[in-house]
T-cell receptor, first 110, second 112 residues
């Protein structure tokens, strides 16, 4: 069964605006990861946040994790047209298996 | 650049005709994964290898098999493809469980 649910399913914004995507999950985790997928391509790892961390930054990306609410958010600041893609959260409970959420389709309009 | 390479990018096969998809990696990672992804859906894990140990997902159909002859290569065999097997098949690797996965660009499989 899918562990993660993402919200919104689709998001359309203008270049320069910030984009926020949310992910909720059901059971305890070791870490939560965010991936980007451009149309027709494979997934690209963006950021990993461990269960004992609350916030991580990488360039224009900011990820938060609230284990009490079993939720995470991905913020992309100053978005660009090249950020147009699907974004997936994925949870790890330890071991080799990641469970992906259904993804958010982000469209950044020039 | 070190990477995960999937061949071919597009594969067309006939209903019921066996097909093999290939994946190679130059990352020397211990773990290799095969995912199935249908349009606008999340990737679905089919199975993975941790070194030579094969781990099948409980809901992966018997029609799907895999081989990992060495660290660098992994194959997905679909013995009798049905129309419902048309999808993007993604290969991924990781150095260790819990570490980020590195994905190839996938093979899009069409069934005639």
């Amino acid at each position: 069964s899918q562990q993660g649910e993402e919200d919104p399913q689709a998001l359309s914004i203008q270049e320069g605006e910030n984009a926020t995507m949310n992910c909720s999950y059901k059971t305890s985790i070791n870490n939560l990861q965010w991936y980007r997928q451009n149309s027709g391509r494979g997934l690209v790892h963006l950021i990993l946040i461990r269960s004992n961390e609350r916030e991580k930054h990488s360039g224009r990306l900011r990820v938060t994790l609230d284990t009490s609410k079993k939720s995470s958010s991905l913020l992309i600041t100053a978005s660009r047209a090249a950020d147009t893609a699907s974004y997936f959260c994925a949870t790890s409970k330890g071991g080799s298996r990641l469970t992906f959420g259904e993804g958010t389709q982000l469209t950044v309009n020039p | 650049d070190a990477m995960v390479i999937q061949n071919p990018r597009y594969q067309v096969t006939q209903f019921g005709k066996p097909v093999t998809l290939s994946c190679s990696q130059t990352l020397n990672h211990n773990v290799m994964y095969w995912y199935q992804q249908k349009s606008s859906q999340a990737p679905k894990l089919l199975f993975h290898y941790y070194d030579k140990d094969f781990n099948n997902e409980a809901d992966t159909p018997d029609n799907f098999q895999s081989r990992r002859p060495n660290t660098s290569f992994c194959f997905l065999d679909i013995r009798s493809p049905g129309l419902g097997d048309a999808a993007m098949y993604l290969c991924a690797t990781s150095s260790d469980p819990d570490q980020p996965q590195h994905f190839g660009d996938g093979t899009r499989l069409s069934i005639l």
